[in-house]
């Protein structure tokens, strides 16, 4: 059974940085792809960030240069480092598995979800 934990969220200001962990078991994290999305309160859950299994990442252009995804094989854990954060980054952040091989970007493409965190950035 696959079962995915963020950690890390929390309250931070403007400008500060936080460091989310999705811990996976079930799956290894390393051979397959990982992403992050996140829902702010009244909108749809959007992409923020994805690693394949090679390596290669993706980004939304809204957090492009602010955060970071990676991934700690040894823990089977995946990381998103959130530097230079705004208030329009408060959401709740997902960890996602899984992928179906479609779009990177679409909610509907990852088979397995965390339960989220919560990221809350004041001005």
């Known amino acids: 059974q696959v079962q995915l934990v963020e950690s890390g969220g929390g309250l931070v200001q403007a400008g500060g940085s936080l460091r989310l962990s999705c811990a996976a078991s079930?799956?290894?994290?390393?051979?397959?792809?990982m992403g992050w999305f996140r829902q702010a309160p009244g909108k749809e859950r959007e992409f923020v960030a994805t690693i394949r299994s090679g390596g290669v990442t993706y980004y939304a252009d809204s957090v492009k240069g602010r955060f970071s995804i990676s991934r700690d094989n040894a823990k089977n854990t995946v990381y998103l480092q959130m530097n230079s954060l705004k208030p329009e980054d408060t959401a709740v952040y997902y960890c996602?598995?899984?992928?179906?091989?479609?779009?990177?970007?679409?909610?509907?493409?990852?088979?397995?979800w965390g339960q989220g965190t919560q990221v809350t950035v004041s001005s």
């Open positions: 079930g799956l290894t994290a390393s051979t397959y792809t």
């Open positions: 996602a598995a899984g992928f179906k091989g479609g779009s990177l970007y679409m909610i509907d493409q990852y088979g397995y």
